[in-house]
């Protein structure tokens, strides 16, 4: 498989992505190498979805974990751990999904309907420091549960069966399909969570399981590195092209724009005065 080499610049708040291809460097990676190395901007702090809040643990999550649907290459939902893409009924206010029969996290466990609802009751229960409450606007009770009218336990969410999970709204949301592919919406092992400890979840990688394409490794909760690799028990492996997806958190530009140029890192976000410098190469060169 064919490793794609980007560098992002970043000056201000607008955000090219070039190919170094384009500035007139091509990647030398053999075809049949099957990892990529990519940059966080930040160290990773939590995979506890209920209160995450930064870029590094949006892209971790991204990778190793998987909500009802998820969004293709054209930013469209399509299905993940559920069955199918789901049409409400109630005036497009209820939605039945069916979880795959086949889903299981990187521990062996099955994924069940219970792990979405005690996932998404998690991100509203004031004890856990939940971050993205707000999103949950439009699920039923979820407004009174915010402003502390109600308990999370009313959240319009239910576990009907083993694989049976049903999701009421408080109106219709056009948009309630791409809104469930969000990280804050994938669900939790219940049964590892507990046996953990709520408080030491997702705070390492002994610590996480995951129900995605990889699973967290070499990942003990303070370094700034580590590998994401196959998850052997994904419904879908077979459409896994990459064995291993390995970070680092690089926070000088500077530095990030070198380990990219000696081959080291195969994405790097650039801003400031090396963003521009490079611009300007690239300008050079076009010309």
Known sequence: MQKFRRVSLSIGVVMIAVFLAACGKQSSQKAQNKSITLMQTSDLTSLDNTNQAMMPEFNTLTNISEGLYRLNSKDQPVPAMATKIVKPTDNGKKYIFHIRSNAKWSNGDPVKAEDFEYSWK???????????????SGIKNADAIINHKKSYKTLGIKAT??????????????????????????????????????????????????????????????NDSYRLVKNPYYWDKQAVKLDQINYKTVKDSNTAHNLFEDGKLDDATISGVTAKSLQSRCRRIRT
């Open 122 to 136: 998690r991100s509203l229960n004031p004890a856990n420091n939940p971050v993205y409450t707000y999103v949950f």
């Open 161 to 222: 069966g083993n694989k049976t999970l049903e999701i009421t709204l408080g109106h219709p949301m056009a948009y309630f399909n791409k809104l469930v592919a969000m990280p804050v919406f994938m669900p939790q092992d219940k049964s590892f969570v507990q046996k953990v400890g709520v408080k030491k979840y997702g705070t390492n990688a002994s610590h996480t399981v995951s129900n995605g394409a990889f699973k967290i490794t070499q990942w003990t909760g303070t």
